[in-house]
């Protein structure tokens, strides 16, 4: 089995497909108003960094790097499918952006996801994320947990 993790554009239609994947699962755990994703559109813009993972040349994994004005990045979108869990997929894709992140010397990444993921929230804490308040645009919700590591 071999696993790779590059930049690459979002509008692939296996991506698309993952992302669709993604946003069922969420839908699947939360309302609406506690789901906070953005849309394909939201990871072209400039400065948004989009990685794929791939299992033996098929897609199996995604995550994005959004960088903030104040020298921040955001995790967005980490989605894993179900047949490739278990394989380290999500950590490898995080230790990218992490790469990808001191390499644009951002000062910390953030992230948001859900009090319904226990599996996300123990690889964030293990990668060496803390809990932090709301943060950006965020509005405080008993639904989220809020993360940073400072690089």
């Known amino acids: 089995m071999t696993v790779t993790i590059a930049i690459e554009p979002v509008r692939q239609p296996d991506v698309v497909r993952l992302l669709a994947l993604s946003d069922a699962y969420m839908a699947a755990l939360y309302p609406a108003e506690s789901n906070h994703m953005v849309d394909i ?3 072209e813009i400039r ?5 794929v ?3 033996d040349g098929e897609i199996m994994g995604c995550c994005a790097l959004t960088r903030a004005p ?3 990045g955001e995790i967005k979108r980490l989605f894993v499918a179900a047949q490739a869990r278990g394989l380290s997929i999500g950590r490898r894709l995080m230790e990218a952006v992490e790469h990808e992140a001191r390499r644009s010397n951002l000062l910390a ?3 948001e996801t859900g009090t319904l993921q226990p599996e996300a929230i123990a690889l964030y804490r293990r990668l060496g ?3 932090i308040p709301p943060f950006g645009d965020y509005q405080d919700d008993p ?7 400072r690089l």
């Open 41 to 43: 559109d939201d990871l």
């Open 47 to 51: 400065g948004t960094s989009f990685f």
């Open 53 to 55: 993972a791939r299992v």
């Open 70 to 72: 104040d020298g921040t």
């Open 109 to 111: 990444i953030r992230l």
């Open 129 to 131: 994320y803390a809990d």
């Open 143 to 149: 639904l989220s947990v809020f993360m940073e590591k």
